[in-house]
Protein backbone atom coordinates (compact mmCIF):
# COMPACT_ATOMS: atom_id res chain seq x y z
CA UNK A 1 0.00 0.00 0.00
CA UNK A 2 1.30 3.39 -0.79
CA UNK A 3 -0.93 6.58 -0.77
CA UNK A 4 0.41 10.17 -1.87
CA UNK A 5 -2.17 12.55 -0.70
CA UNK A 6 -2.02 16.42 -0.91
CA UNK A 7 -4.12 18.13 1.98
CA UNK A 8 -5.01 22.05 0.28
CA UNK A 9 -6.87 24.72 1.95
CA UNK A 10 -6.86 28.16 3.46
CA UNK A 11 -5.57 28.68 6.97
CA UNK A 12 -8.94 27.75 9.66
CA UNK A 13 -10.77 25.59 7.19
CA UNK A 14 -9.67 22.52 8.90
CA UNK A 15 -6.85 20.96 6.56
CA UNK A 16 -4.54 19.98 9.30
CA UNK A 17 -7.88 18.38 11.00
CA UNK A 18 -8.05 16.05 8.03
CA UNK A 19 -4.63 15.26 7.86
CA UNK A 20 -4.43 14.19 11.52
CA UNK A 21 -7.87 11.98 11.15
CA UNK A 22 -5.27 10.41 8.22
CA UNK A 23 -3.00 9.94 10.13
CA UNK A 24 -4.29 8.30 13.35
CA UNK A 25 -6.73 6.23 10.82
CA UNK A 26 -3.02 4.82 9.14
CA UNK A 27 -1.06 4.95 12.13
CA UNK A 28 -3.77 2.64 13.80
CA UNK A 29 -3.41 -0.17 11.08
CA UNK A 30 0.18 -0.14 11.85
CA UNK A 31 0.93 1.93 8.68
CA UNK A 32 3.78 4.04 8.12
CA UNK A 33 2.82 8.15 7.86
CA UNK A 34 5.13 10.70 6.96
CA UNK A 35 3.46 14.41 6.76
CA UNK A 36 5.21 17.79 5.78
CA UNK A 37 3.16 20.64 6.11
CA UNK A 38 2.61 24.43 5.23
CA UNK A 39 1.41 27.16 6.98
CA UNK A 40 1.13 30.30 5.28
CA UNK A 41 -0.57 33.60 6.44
CA UNK A 42 -2.83 30.91 8.32
CA UNK A 43 -4.26 33.27 10.82
CA UNK A 44 -5.04 35.48 8.11
CA UNK A 45 -6.81 33.06 5.29
CA UNK A 46 -3.26 32.32 3.55
CA UNK A 47 -2.80 29.36 2.12
CA UNK A 48 -2.05 26.12 3.80
CA UNK A 49 -0.93 22.86 2.32
CA UNK A 50 0.36 18.91 3.97
CA UNK A 51 1.96 16.46 2.15
CA UNK A 52 0.89 13.37 3.27
CA UNK A 53 2.29 9.63 2.71
CA UNK A 54 1.37 6.86 3.57
CA UNK A 55 2.70 3.14 3.53
CA UNK A 56 3.42 -0.25 4.44
CA UNK A 57 6.97 0.19 3.48
CA UNK A 58 9.62 2.77 4.75
CA UNK A 59 9.10 6.19 3.52
CA UNK A 60 11.82 8.26 2.82
CA UNK A 61 10.65 11.39 2.59
CA UNK A 62 7.46 13.77 3.71
CA UNK A 63 7.47 15.87 0.40
CA UNK A 64 5.49 14.14 -2.91
CA UNK A 65 7.50 15.07 -5.96
CA UNK A 66 5.63 16.72 -8.45
CA UNK A 67 3.62 14.09 -10.76
CA UNK A 68 3.42 11.38 -7.33
CA UNK A 69 0.11 12.84 -6.12
CA UNK A 70 -2.58 9.89 -6.27
CA UNK A 71 -5.03 12.50 -4.24
CA UNK A 72 -5.37 16.38 -4.43
CA UNK A 73 -8.17 17.14 -1.38
CA UNK A 74 -9.19 20.57 -1.01
CA UNK A 75 -11.53 22.49 0.95
CA UNK A 76 -11.04 25.34 -1.34
CA UNK A 77 -11.35 25.30 -4.81
CA UNK A 78 -8.77 27.30 -5.89
CA UNK A 79 -6.39 26.12 -4.03
CA UNK A 80 -6.42 23.05 -5.48
CA UNK A 81 -5.56 24.17 -8.79
CA UNK A 82 -1.90 25.49 -7.18
CA UNK A 83 -1.35 21.46 -6.69
CA UNK A 84 -2.32 20.03 -10.05
CA UNK A 85 1.25 19.30 -10.88
CA UNK A 86 1.90 17.06 -8.21
CA UNK A 87 -0.75 15.04 -9.88
CA UNK A 88 -0.32 11.36 -11.19
CA UNK A 89 -1.71 10.47 -14.35
CA UNK A 90 -4.37 8.03 -12.45
CA UNK A 91 -4.65 10.81 -10.11
CA UNK A 92 -7.64 12.58 -8.63
CA UNK A 93 -9.05 15.96 -7.36
CA UNK A 94 -11.58 16.07 -4.82
CA UNK A 95 -12.25 19.32 -4.26
CA UNK A 96 -15.25 21.47 -2.30
CA UNK A 97 -17.14 24.08 -5.02
CA UNK A 98 -17.58 26.79 -1.86
CA UNK A 99 -14.33 29.61 -2.40
CA UNK A 100 -12.95 31.30 0.76
CA UNK A 101 -12.72 34.44 -0.88
CA UNK A 102 -9.49 36.16 0.50
CA UNK A 103 -8.09 37.63 -2.24
CA UNK A 104 -9.58 40.98 -4.24
CA UNK A 105 -10.42 40.29 -7.34
CA UNK A 106 -10.97 36.79 -6.41
CA UNK A 107 -11.25 34.94 -9.63
CA UNK A 108 -14.22 33.84 -11.59
CA UNK A 109 -15.70 30.45 -9.84
CA UNK A 110 -16.63 28.83 -12.97
CA UNK A 111 -13.24 29.49 -14.91
CA UNK A 112 -11.88 28.38 -11.57
CA UNK A 113 -14.11 24.75 -11.58
CA UNK A 114 -13.81 24.46 -15.16
CA UNK A 115 -9.99 24.31 -14.98
CA UNK A 116 -10.32 21.61 -12.14
CA UNK A 117 -12.95 19.64 -14.65
CA UNK A 118 -10.04 19.37 -17.07
CA UNK A 119 -8.68 16.56 -14.94
CA UNK A 120 -9.97 13.38 -16.16
CA UNK A 121 -10.92 12.34 -12.50
CA UNK A 122 -12.72 15.02 -10.49
CA UNK A 123 -15.53 15.19 -7.79
CA UNK A 124 -16.87 18.51 -7.15
CA UNK A 125 -18.70 18.81 -3.71
CA UNK A 126 -20.54 21.75 -2.22
CA UNK A 127 -19.37 20.81 1.47
CA UNK A 128 -21.09 23.97 3.04
CA UNK A 129 -24.94 22.41 3.20
CA UNK A 130 -24.50 18.83 4.18
CA UNK A 131 -22.30 20.20 6.95
CA UNK A 132 -25.10 22.82 8.69
CA UNK A 133 -27.22 19.73 7.51
CA UNK A 134 -24.96 17.44 9.47
CA UNK A 135 -24.98 19.98 12.61
CA UNK A 136 -22.07 22.62 11.82
CA UNK A 137 -21.03 24.22 8.99
CA UNK A 138 -17.57 24.22 10.73
CA UNK A 139 -17.65 20.35 9.56
CA UNK A 140 -17.20 20.94 6.03
CA UNK A 141 -13.48 20.00 6.20
CA UNK A 142 -15.21 16.66 7.46
CA UNK A 143 -17.83 16.11 4.56
CA UNK A 144 -14.46 16.83 2.36
CA UNK A 145 -12.75 14.32 4.09
CA UNK A 146 -15.85 11.69 3.75
CA UNK A 147 -16.04 12.67 -0.07
CA UNK A 148 -12.34 11.99 -0.50
CA UNK A 149 -11.97 9.13 1.62
CA UNK A 150 -12.82 5.95 -1.09
CA UNK A 151 -9.42 7.34 -2.66
CA UNK A 152 -7.15 7.15 0.84
CA UNK A 153 -6.77 3.33 1.00
CA UNK A 154 -8.30 3.61 4.78
CA UNK A 155 -11.37 2.28 5.01
CA UNK A 156 -14.29 4.19 6.44
CA UNK A 157 -14.71 2.14 9.23
CA UNK A 158 -10.91 3.12 10.17
CA UNK A 159 -11.23 6.65 9.46
CA UNK A 160 -14.66 6.98 12.02
CA UNK A 161 -12.76 5.44 14.60
CA UNK A 162 -10.21 8.11 14.15
CA UNK A 163 -13.12 11.05 14.24
CA UNK A 164 -14.14 9.60 16.96
CA UNK A 165 -11.28 9.31 18.89
CA UNK A 166 -9.75 12.87 17.83
CA UNK A 167 -13.60 14.79 18.66
CA UNK A 168 -14.16 12.82 22.06
CA UNK A 169 -12.20 15.50 23.80
CA UNK A 170 -15.01 17.77 22.29
CA UNK A 171 -18.00 16.17 23.71
CA UNK A 172 -19.77 13.29 21.69
CA UNK A 173 -22.55 15.86 20.52
CA UNK A 174 -19.14 17.48 18.29
CA UNK A 175 -18.36 13.65 17.62
CA UNK A 176 -21.84 12.96 16.44
CA UNK A 177 -21.97 16.05 13.90
CA UNK A 178 -18.20 15.07 12.17
CA UNK A 179 -19.20 11.01 12.30
CA UNK A 180 -22.80 12.65 10.09
CA UNK A 181 -20.65 14.92 8.12
CA UNK A 182 -18.08 12.48 7.14
CA UNK A 183 -21.01 10.39 6.20
CA UNK A 184 -22.68 12.97 4.27
CA UNK A 185 -19.35 13.20 2.00
CA UNK A 186 -18.57 9.73 1.11
CA UNK A 187 -22.61 9.42 0.23
CA UNK A 188 -21.43 12.62 -2.06
CA UNK A 189 -18.81 10.72 -4.16
CA UNK A 190 -20.94 7.20 -3.97
CA UNK A 191 -24.03 8.95 -6.10
CA UNK A 192 -21.43 10.76 -8.35
CA UNK A 193 -19.51 7.48 -8.95
CA UNK A 194 -22.78 5.38 -10.01
Same mark, same amino acid.
Not at 47 to 76: M, N, Q, T, Y
Given at each position: ???????????????????? @????????????????????????????????????????? %?????????????? #? +???????? +?????????????? +???? @???? +??????????????????? %??????? #?????????????????????? #?????????????????? #??????????????????????
Amino acid at each position: MNKNIILAGVGGQGILTIAA @IIDLAAMNLGLKVKQAEVHGMSQRGGAVESHLRISDKEIFS %DLIPKGEADLILSV #E +PMESLRYI +PFLSKKGIIVTSVD +PFIN @ITPY +PDLQNVLNEIKKNPENILV %DAEKPAR #EAGSVKASNIVMLGAASPFTGI #EKEELEKAIEKLFLPKGN #ETVQINLRAFNAGLNITKQLRK
